[in-house]
């Protein structure tokens, strides 16, 4: 699944739980109203900007829906999904810049371990102990590298 196909799914549970159509949704974003009927419809159609993406984001949580709480509460997969794609891009561009020692490995298996940490305590689970102490040992690190650089 892509990003398209994730932000359709939570547009889909915008207008579920709403009632709304995609172009009444877009009017109460203060969008164009063929902005989300063109997002909707055509496959290949371009991915929805930050700011349409806020402006959505802002209306559907005024109304009680969330991006990740489509169904109530936190979405741990979800949430999983969004953290592990930012913190690999964050690292990756970290280890590009030479501000992190990581290799391509090191930075999946990282990505995987912040992601479930934060999908863990969105969701209110327990985090694992050795889960929770890499992470720290992780962050520190970076840390360690940023403030030697002098950055």
């Known amino acids: ?5 994730e932000l359709r799914g939570w547009i889909k ?3 579920a739980r709403t009632g709304w159509t995609a172009t009444e949704l877009a009017r109460q974003a203060g969008l164009a109203g063929s902005t989300l009927t063109r997002f909707m419809a055509e496959p290949d159609a371009a991915i929805l900007s930050g700011r349409t993406q806020s402006k959505i984001r802002a209306v559907a949580t005024a109304h009680g829906v969330g991006p990740l709480t489509l169904s109530g509460r936190v979405d741990a997969q979800a949430v999983e999904k969004i953290s592990w794609r930012a913190t690999h891009r964050l690292l990756s561009q970290l280890a590009s810049h030479g501000l ?3 290799g391509p490995g090191e930075i999946d298996n990282l990505s995987f371990v912040t992601a479930k940490t934060i999908a863990q305590q969105l969701a209110g689970e327990n985090t694992q102990p050795e889960t929770a102490e890499k992470l720290d040992a ?3 690190q970076i840390r360690e590298m940023h403030n030697l650089r002098g950055d």
């Open 138 to 140: 992780t962050l520190s």
């Open 1 to 5: 699944m892509d990003e398209r196909d």
């Open 100 to 102: 992190a020692d990581l």
């Open 13 to 15: 549970a915008i207008l």
